[in-house]
Each structure stands twice: as C-alpha cells, then as structure tokens.
C-alpha cells in the first residue's frame, strides 16, 4: 500500500482536474470578474431582504389538516354550508382564586370584558356568559369563559390575536385574572417563540461554528467565508419564500427549518469548495490572476461539482414529502428544498467570485500553529492517513463491528410511536398560553378543541328519520365517558320545544334563527353536532373517542340518506397520524428509489449505490432508534435536559428521514467524487479509497462538527417539534462522520474490492453523464 501511494504522488497520479467543461469556464469567467457578480449579489440580497420580511411577517401557526381527509371534508362542508359562521371562536378567560363568578366584583370585570370587546373592531360578537351559565361558568365557579367570534382567514387571524389579547391586558384586576386565548392566540404566540427559539438557536450555533471553522481553516480570512455565506443563504432562501408567501402560506416552523438547513449546509458546501481551492491554490505555480481564476476553475470542476451533485441529492430526499398529503409538509418541503437550492446557486457564483478577488489572501490572519500546514498541506502524512491505514488493514473487524452497532441502536425503531404536541406547553409562560392552562384544569381539556360532526343531507331538508338518526347518534355521543358536552339541533330542540321534528326544527327557524345559525344551514340539510371531549386534542383519549364516533356515525346513518364526516382538531390529529403511517414507506421507497438512480449517474457503478443507500439506513435508523430511546422511552432524558414524551411528534420522521437521508447522500458524494478521481488516475481500488478518504476525511469532520453544533443548538429551543428534530439531525450526522465515514464506508470498500466500481458496458453506454461537457 506504501509503495502505491508513494507511486501515485511521484507520478502525479492524483492529477489535476482536467481545464476544461462548463464548470471549469464558468468558474474561470467568474474569478476574473468578481465585482460584477458580487455586484448582481448586494441588489438580490436588498431585495430578499425586503422579501424575507413579508415572509416572516406572514408565517401561520401549525396545521395539521390533510388534504381529502374526512376532518378536511367537514371543514369544507362547514365553510359551504354556514359561509356566515365566523371561522373562529376565541375565549376571554377570566379566573379568581378569591371571588366567585357569582361575587359582584367579579360579574363587574366580566360586564366590562364583554362590552370592551363588543367594541372592537376585529370581532363579529362577544357573548355574555351568564346568559349560558351551564356551558361557560366552570363547575368551581372560579372560572368564566367569554366567547369572542372572529372571522378572517388564518393570517388575519394570527395579526387581530395581538390586539385583542393587548384588551385582556387592560381588565385584569388585583382579585380577577384576564387572559385572551384559543387557536389563533395560541398560534400566533407559537410564531413569536419561534423568533425567539431562532434567536436563541443562532447565538449559540453561530460563535460554536466559528470556533470550529477557525480550527479547521487555521485562518479567520478562511473561516469568515462559510459563516458569511450562510447568511446569506439563509436571507436568500427566506426572500425567495416571501416571494412564494403571495401565493401560498407557510407554517412556522419553516423558518426554523430554513434556518437550521440554509445555516449547516450553506457552512457546510462553502467549507467543501474553500477546502480545495487551497489545495489547487498550494499547487499553482503562481499567484497572479490567470492562475488563481484556473485554480477555482478546478475548484468548481470537482468539489463544485459534489456539491451541486450533493444538491441535487438532498432536495430529491426531500421531494419525497410530496407524496404526503399536507399542506404542511408540503410548505416544509418547500421551504427546505429553497435553502438548498439557494446555496446551490450561493456555491456556483458568488463564492468563486469571492475565491477569485481573495486568492492567496484567503490565508491571511492564520493561527501560529497553522502557518506550516498552510503553507505546505501534506495530508498524506497526516494523523487521518495513519487512522485510515488501520481501518484498511482491520476491514472485517472494523465492519462487523460497526454494523453490529448501528444494527443495535436501530431495533428501538420498530417501537416507534407516533403523537402530536400541539404546542401549548411551549408557549404556557405567554398570555394565551397561560389562559389555555387554566382553561384546561377548570374544564374540561377539551372544550376549546371540539370534535365537530358535520351530517348533510346532500340537498334536501333534513326529515322527521333524518332528525331522529341524529338524535340517537348525540345521545350515543353524551353516553360516552370521555365526552363532556354534547350541542346538537336536536337536543336544542328537545329542550326548548319538546321534540325534534321537521315542524319543530322549522318553528325554531322562523322564531330563533339566528341562534340555529351555526347548528343549521340556510338551506335547512346541513347540521353540526358539536362534541367536547375530556381529555385535550392531543391525547390517546380524544383520538380514540374520534375513532369510536366515524364508527358510530357510519351506523347511525346508514340506510337514512345522509353523510356524516368527523372534523375538528382532535380529528386532524387522528388524520395527519394516520396519513404520516401511510405515506413513510411511500417516502422511503422513493427517496431510495431516486438517490439509487442518481448515484448509479453519477460514479458509473452498480455496486456503490447499494452500498450508499445501506450505510445511509443505517445512519437513520441508529438516529430514529436513540431518538426513540430517550424522547419516547425516556431513557438519559434527564441528562440531555429534555422530557420524556412518550411518542415521537407525528410528521417528524418524515422530514427527518427525507433530510437525514439526503444529508448522509451530502457526505458520501463528496467523499466518493474525490475516491473517483483516484480511481481513474489509478485503477488501484485500495489507493483510490484511503486517498480519497485521506483527503476527505479532515474536511467531512470539520463540516459534521459544524452541522451538529448548529443542529444541537436548536435542541435548546421550546417548541417540541424543533427539540426533536435538532436531535435526530445533530445524531444521524455524528453517526455518519463517526462511525459510517471513518469505519464501515473504507473497510467495506476495502473488502469489495474492485468490483466497487464495475459497471456493465451496455449501461455505461445508456446511462447520461453527470457533468457533460
């Protein structure tokens, strides 16, 4: 092996790119005219920041509707049937640990909260609730509810939660406690943590890589360059999505996926190019502006080349959550596969513009200790080379071990259970927050989230056995132990007529319309039977009680001529759990699918891709089995400051999965494209692989550090979904550095041998070539 190495530096075997391809001129073009693109870059970069404010002005809370659900068809039949519905109730709480809602002091604070709101602009109608003591006075007789009726869609919505919760603010007293609370307030609060978990995320993230960075480069010239483009990435990314904000909306928890994604990789992509340009650099015979303009045309022709490869395999991961159906993943989808294809564009213009203005200055500031290895980088004789050449020595060893251990961490996966956090928990210290919590243990938990039962008659009005399926259906509904209240058409009816009849149902109509408005249609052949559970929306409890009604309801009016559909939050829950079971095998046969065929494209052989694709599992399933372990299990939760969940948030493994995935791709071709060109000067397999590793290796590590430390700091964030997913990433890239990169990718490349790279004449002739000239 020491004999092949030391042929291959004597004789150049490693050679430089060849000068030549559309990269090559690009690069070359680029470098010799610097300002014009940075130029063209400071005018995209003001007007995305223009956008990136719309963008982040106009984020929505989360949503967990699924599209062509049974929850989605109520919601529809809703907003059809009832257009003068508002779309939104809220509730002004008010709470005493010293009065009563009956003590004069009291009724005072409420007499005023109802007409202060009544006043406002924003709201349709605030009802008094002493009018419906029963309903709206807690069992206690501590608490009192005022339901305040809104109307807008879900950003009209978020933007009056501000104001209206500024009222609450006004009425408190020493003895009565006033807070503002529901979807939209608690949406809207969810958005604000959100900035503020992104804030926090980024102070922490951002000086870590940095120190990482500095460590790596052993320049702060160097150095500064990732972090800078990341930025910019990021800016870019959120300016394109503010563009795509006119047309579409984006849940909250895009801009922290954005971030976390734009950040790491836009680091990550800059690292990979600034790291060969200072190896062609060191190799130049000069350094004048022809030879620096060459040197990033290299650059560009071969690490550029990985990372729009590398690009190209991430947002194809990611493509594979459009088999979803979700408005939300799909926005998620869409925010992340922006930040990706931004720093594409970030990796391909600006940044060998910067090379070409900088040149040899890229060294410049250098750390004492670097000055050496700066000036002559010898990676052959480095501490990796001695690493890597007992990793290739010991190759059974050394891959039985690591897939025994991978193997291991990832059986938690087949215990993998799906739950929904709605957010309450992040948000409890904001005022809505804290009105929701004492709503919570005052009621029942799930009187602000109802289950809605939507019975149409599909035209006609509802008849004398139609009201009677009805009937039966809502008394079955209030023997139910986990239901708490009950509001149908014919209960209402039952109470205040004496029976439940079409004559009864069309009295009520013309004597109290408008309080039947939101119980009936206009049209008299669409109801809503409102279901509040006892337990909250998130729970086993209030999904199984969703489950139980669907299965009464298709009894109760089968054969009667009506349709019923089960909506509300509690049921979205149960649809967007049951749509992430269905659609993660979908996903992971077409992400494995497509990065198959990619890399086949790419490295000319048959043999890789599987190799890829089965290292890459494993990294997600070792990620996903730890994950489930301490978030699930509870197992070391103490230790890493979280809480034990006892589920994983439900649309989680699909984002990760699709970005871990794509992430580990984001490695492997790095390190492979550098393998290729070995293999092409040599033909040697052995030499191919620890020379390609040996040159990757620092580089790939440096830029895992930097990933999990950016990934990690969002683990100190409050919003449960971001805490997870931060862990799984900042897991599945240590792993795939660690023991993937380092361990089981060049022992088993060593034990295949040859044959890594073979690949039938007929297809070789099919196949397109990536990077043709």
């Given at each position: 092996m020491?004999?092949?190495?030391?042929r291959i530096r004597?004789?150049?075997g490693?050679?430089?790119?060849?000068?030549?391809?559309r990269?090559?001129?690009w690069?070359?073009w680029?470098?010799?005219?610097?300002?014009?693109?940075?130029l063209?870059?400071?005018?995209?970069?003001?007007?995305a920041?223009?956008?990136a404010?719309?963008?982040?002005?106009h984020l929505?809370g989360?949503?967990n509707?699924?599209?062509?659900?049974?929850s989605?068809?109520a919601n529809?039949?809703?907003?059809?049937?009832f257009?003068e519905t508002p779309?939104?109730?809220?509730f002004?709480?008010?709470h005493?640990t010293?009065l009563t809602?009956?003590d004069?002091?009291f009724r005072?604070v409420?007499g005023?909260a109802?007409?202060?709101?009544?006043?406002?602009?924003e709201?349709?109608?605030?009802?008094d609730?002493?009018?419906?003591?029963?309903?709206?006075?807690?069992?206690?007789?501590r608490?009192?509810l005022?339901p305040v009726?809104?109307?807008?869609d879900d950003?009209?919505l978020?933007e009056?939660?501000?104001p209206?919760s500024?009222?609450?603010g006004t009425?408190g007293?020493?003895?009565?406690?006033v807070w503002?609370?529901?979807?939209?307030p608690?949406?809207a609060?969810?958005?604000?943590?959100?900035?503020e978990d992104?804030?926090m995320?980024?102070?922490i993230g951002?000086p870590?890589?940095?120190?990482?960075?500095?460590?790596?480069f052993?320049s702060?010239?160097a150095?500064?360059?990732p972090?800078?483009l990341?930025?910019?990435a990021?800016l870019s990314?959120?300016?394109?999505l503010?563009?795509?904000?006119?047309?579409t909306?984006?849940?909250?928890?895009?801009?922290?996926a954005?971030?976390m994604v734009?950040i790491a990789?836009?680091?990550d992509?800059?690292?990979?190019?600034?790291?060969?340009?200072?190896?062609?650099l060191?190799r130049?015979a000069?350094?004048?502006?022809?030879?620096r303009?060459?040197?990033?045309?290299?650059?560009?022709?071969?690490a550029g080349?990985a990372?729009?490869?590398?690009?190209?395999?991430?947002?194809v991961?990611l493509?594979?959550?459009?088999?979803?159906r979700?408005a939300?993943?799909?926005?998620?989808?869409v925010?992340?596969s922006?930040?990706?294809?931004?720093?594409m564009l970030?990796?391909v213009?600006l940044?060998?513009?910067?090379?070409g203005?900088?040149?040899?200055?890229?060294?410049?500031?250098a750390l004492?200790?670097a000055?050496?290895?700066?000036?002559h980088?010898?990676?052959e004789h480095s501490?990796?080379?001695?690493?890597?050449a007992?990793v290739?020595?010991?190759p059974?060893?050394i891959?039985?071990?690591g897939?025994?251990?991978?193997?291991a961490l990832?059986?938690p996966?087949?215990?993998?259970r799906?739950?929904?956090?709605?957010?309450?928990?992040?948000v409890?210290?904001?005022?809505a927050?804290?009105?929701?919590?004492?709503?919570?243990?005052?009621y029942?938990?799930?009187?602000?989230t109802?289950v809605t039962v939507?019975?149409?008659?599909?035209?006609?009005?509802l008849?004398?056995?139609?009201?009677d399926?009805?009937a039966?259906?809502?008394e079955?509904?209030?023997?139910?132990?986990?239901?708490a209240?009950?509001v149908?058409?014919t209960?209402?009816?039952?109470?205040?007529a004496?029976?439940?009849t079409?004559?009864?149902?069309e009295a009520a109509?013309?004597t109290?319309?408008?309080?039947?408005a939101g119980?009936?249609?206009?049209?008299?052949d669409t109801?809503v039977?409102?279901?509040?559970p006892?337990?909250?929306?998130?729970?086993?409890e209030?999904a199984?009680?969703v489950r139980?009604?669907?299965?009464r309801?298709?009894?109760?009016f089968?054969?009667?001529?009506?349709?019923?559909h089960v909506g509300?939050?509690?049921?979205?829950?149960?649809d967007i759990?049951?749509e992430s079971s269905?659609?993660?095998?979908l996903v992971?046969?077409a992400?494995?699918?497509?990065?198959?065929?990619l890399?086949l494209?790419a490295?000319?052989?048959l043999?890789?891709?599987?190799?890829a694709?089965f290292?890459?599992l494993?990294t997600?399933?070792?990620?996903f089995g730890?994950a489930?372990?301490?978030f699930q299990e509870g197992?070391?939760?103490?230790l890493l400051?979280?809480?034990?969940t006892g589920f994983?948030?439900?649309i989680?493994?699909?984002?990760?999965?699709a970005?871990?995935?794509g992430?580990?791709m984001d490695?492997?071709?790095?390190?492979?494209s550098?393998?290729?060109?070995?293999?092409?000067?040599?033909?040697d397999n052995?030499?191919?692989v620890?020379?390609g590793?040996t040159?990757t290796a620092?580089v790939?590590?440096a830029?895992a550090t930097?990933?999990?430390?950016?990934f990690?700091?969002?683990?100190?964030t409050?919003?449960?979904?971001?805490?997870q997913?931060?862990?799984?990433l900042?897991l599945?890239?240590?792993?795939?550095?660690t023991?993937?990169?380092?361990?089981?990718?060049?022992s088993?490349?060593?034990?295949?041998?040859?044959?890594?790279?073979?690949?039938?004449?007929w297809?070789?002739?099919?196949?397109?070539?990536?990077?043709?000239?």
């Amino acid at each position: 092996m020491t004999e092949t190495l030391s042929r291959i530096r004597r004789g150049g075997g490693s050679g430089r790119p060849s000068e030549e391809g559309r990269l090559y001129r690009w690069a070359v073009w680029t470098a010799l005219n610097p300002v014009k693109v940075i130029l063209v870059w400071l005018l995209l970069l003001a007007g995305a920041l223009v956008s990136a404010n719309y963008f982040t002005a106009h984020l929505t809370g989360n949503t967990n509707s699924v599209i062509g659900s049974d929850s989605e068809k109520a919601n529809q039949l809703i907003a059809d049937e009832f257009p003068e519905t508002p779309s939104e109730t809220d509730f002004v709480v008010l709470h005493s640990t010293t009065l009563t809602a009956q003590d004069p002091a009291f009724r005072q604070v409420v007499g005023a909260a109802v007409a202060r709101y009544r006043q406002a602009p924003e709201v349709i109608e605030a009802i008094d609730p002493y009018g419906v003591p029963d309903r709206l006075v807690a069992p206690d007789g501590r608490t009192v509810l005022v339901p305040v009726t809104l109307d807008g869609d879900d950003k009209k919505l978020q933007e009056q939660a501000a104001p209206l919760s500024g009222i609450a603010g006004t009425l408190g007293t020493d003895q009565v406690q006033v807070w503002f609370t529901g979807a939209s307030p608690l949406a809207a609060a969810a958005v604000e943590q959100g900035n503020e978990d992104l804030s926090m995320a980024e102070t922490i993230g951002f000086p870590a890589a940095g120190i990482v960075l500095l460590l790596a480069f052993g320049s702060l010239v160097a150095a500064a360059i990732p972090l800078a483009l990341g930025v910019v990435a990021v800016l870019s990314a959120f300016g394109a999505l503010g563009i795509a904000t006119h047309f579409t909306s984006f849940d909250v928890f895009v801009q922290t996926a954005v971030s976390m994604v734009g950040i790491a990789l836009g680091i990550d992509y800059t690292l990979f190019i600034v790291t060969r340009f200072r190896e062609e650099l060191a190799r130049a015979a000069d350094n004048g502006r022809q030879e620096r303009a060459r040197a990033v045309g290299r650059t560009l022709a071969t690490a550029g080349q990985a990372v729009l490869f590398s690009g190209v395999t991430v947002v194809v991961s990611l493509s594979g959550l459009w088999l979803v159906r979700s408005a939300k993943v799909y926005s998620m989808a869409v925010g992340m596969s922006a930040a990706v294809l931004v720093m594409m564009l970030v990796a391909v213009t600006l940044l060998p513009a910067l090379l070409g203005l900088l040149g040899g200055r890229i060294n410049r500031l250098a750390l004492p200790w670097a000055r050496r290895s700066l000036a002559h980088p010898d990676p052959e004789h480095s501490a990796w080379a001695r690493a890597i050449a007992v990793v290739m020595r010991r190759p059974v060893l050394i891959a039985v071990f690591g897939a025994i251990l991978l193997g291991a961490l990832s059986i938690p996966v087949f215990h993998l259970r799906y739950g929904v956090d709605l957010g309450a928990g992040a948000v409890a210290e904001s005022p809505a927050g804290r009105g929701y919590t004492v709503v919570s243990e005052a009621y029942a938990p799930g009187v602000l989230t109802p289950v809605t039962v939507v019975v149409s008659a599909g035209g006609g009005r509802l008849t004398d056995p139609q009201l009677d399926a009805v009937a039966r259906f809502s008394e079955q509904a209030v023997g139910n132990r986990e239901v708490a209240d009950v509001v149908s058409i014919t209960r209402v009816l039952d109470a205040q007529a004496g029976g439940h009849t079409a004559a009864h149902l069309e009295a009520a109509n013309r004597t109290a319309g408008a309080a039947l408005a939101g119980l009936v249609s206009r049209d008299g052949d669409t109801t809503v039977i409102t279901i509040r559970p006892r337990h909250g929306a998130d729970t086993d409890e209030a999904a199984d009680l969703v489950r139980e009604l669907r299965t009464r309801a298709d009894g109760a009016f089968a054969g009667t001529g009506l349709t019923a559909h089960v909506g509300g939050g509690p049921a979205e829950i149960v649809d967007i759990t049951d749509e992430s079971s269905r659609a993660m095998p979908l996903v992971i046969g077409a992400v494995l699918a497509a990065s198959w065929l990619l890399l086949l494209i790419a490295f000319r052989s048959l043999v890789l891709p599987f190799e890829a694709i089965f290292m890459n599992l494993l990294t997600s399933g070792a990620a996903f089995g730890v994950a489930v372990l301490i978030f699930q299990e509870g197992h070391a939760a103490g230790l890493l400051g979280v809480d034990r969940t006892g589920f994983i948030q439900v649309i989680l493994p699909l984002f990760a999965f699709a970005l871990v995935f794509g992430l580990s791709m984001d490695y492997q071709v790095f390190m492979l494209s550098r393998m290729r060109e070995e293999w092409d000067c040599t033909g040697d397999n052995a030499a191919a692989v620890q020379l390609g590793l040996t040159r990757t290796a620092k580089v790939i590590t440096a830029a895992a550090t930097i990933m999990v430390v950016v990934f990690a700091s969002f683990m100190f964030t409050q919003i449960l979904e971001i805490k997870q997913m931060g862990f799984m990433l900042a897991l599945a890239v240590l792993i795939d550095a660690t023991i993937v990169r380092l361990l089981l990718v060049p022992s088993l490349m060593r034990l295949i041998g040859h044959r890594n790279w073979w690949l039938p004449g007929w297809l070789d002739r099919t196949l397109p070539r990536a990077g043709q000239h």
